[in-house]
């Protein structure tokens, strides 16, 4: 079910999508999204590589976080292209551990979840 971004989900995106912070902070742009990983996959990485190393930047933390909200239905991951979303599933497995990346892979490849 998609959401509505509070902070800490916008401080994500701004780890994710350095780029865009002075544009937010000056008031010139809004996010207006419902998830953190497609629109940053979609919008803002030129590839599956950038994609990865954008994730790369994020703490054991985020990522637990992302994977949380990801198994509890309000981070969708469903409309990531196979080569983004198994560059998720390769973070998570490294900072996670290989059984939270099969649990959000399940997730991906059944389709449930946030869509």
Known sequence: MPRELDAKDIELIKK?????????????????????????????????SDFEKRLQKLS??????????????????THLDPEY????????GRTLSEDAADKVREIYETGEGCG
Request: net charge negative; proline share 5%; aromatic share 10%.
């Open 16 to 48: 994710l999508v350095p780029e865009i912070v002075n544009f937010l902070e000056s008031g010139r742009m809004e996010i207006e999204y419902m998830n953190i990983l497609p629109p940053v996959a979609n919008h803002y990485s030129r590839n599956a």
């Open 60 to 77: 054991a933390e985020d990522v637990q976080y992302l994977a949380d909200k990801i198994i509890g239905g309000s981070e969708g991951i």
């Open 85 to 92: 979303a198994e560059a998720f599933f390769t973070i998570a």
